[in-house]
Nanobody
Framework: QVQLVESGGGLVQAGGSLRLSCAAS????????MGWYRQAPGKQRELVAG???????NYADSVKGRFTISRDNAKNTVYLQMNSLKPEDTAVYYC???????????????WGKGTLVTVSS
C-alpha cells in the first residue's frame, strides 16, 4: 500500500527549466534511497539521479551540472530540478524509492507511473 506519484512534467523549449516532484504515500515506516530514472522510446531505462536518506547524491554524467536532486524527508518527497534542458532529455521520468513499510524489516523498490518531459529544439 505504497504509492509514488510524480508531477511537474511537460513541454519546454531547449534551454528551459522544469521541476519534477514525487510524493510517497501509504504505509511507510522509512524511505531510504530515492531517485529519478528516465526512459526514452526505444531505449532502456537509465538512472538520472539518486539521493540517499541523509542527502548524498549521484548523477548520470549526461545531467551533471544541469540537474539537481533533493528531498524533503518530512514530506516524503523527492524533487528533480532540471535546468538547461536539451532535446535529448526528452523521456518519461520515473520516481523510484527504497521504502521500508514495516519497522525492523528491510525495504524494497517502489516505482511511480512516470511523467513525460518533452524538450523541443
Amino acid at each position: 500500500q505504497v504509492q509514488l506519484v510524480e508531477s511537474g512534467g511537460g513541454l519546454v523549449q531547449a534551454g528551459g527549466s522544469l521541476r519534477l516532484s514525487c510524493a510517497a504515500s501509504g504505509s511507510i515506516f522509512s524511505i531510504n534511497r530515492m531517485g529519478w530514472y528516465r526512459q526514452a522510446p526505444g531505449k532502456q531505462r537509465e538512472l538520472v539521479a539518486g539521493i540517499a536518506s541523509r542527502g548524498s547524491t549521484n548523477y548520470a554524467d549526461s545531467v551533471k551540472g544541469r540537474f539537481t536532486i533533493s528531498r524533503d524527508n518530512a514530506k516524503n518527497t523527492v524533487y528533480l530540478q532540471m535546468n538547461s534542458l536539451k532535446p535529448e532529455d526528452t523521456a518519461v521520468y520515473y520516481c523510484n524509492a527504497d521504502i521500508s513499510r514495516i519497522a525492523f524489516v528491510g525495504g524494497r523498490d517502489y516505482w511511480g507511473k512516470g511523467t513525460l518531459v518533452t524538450v523541443s529544439s
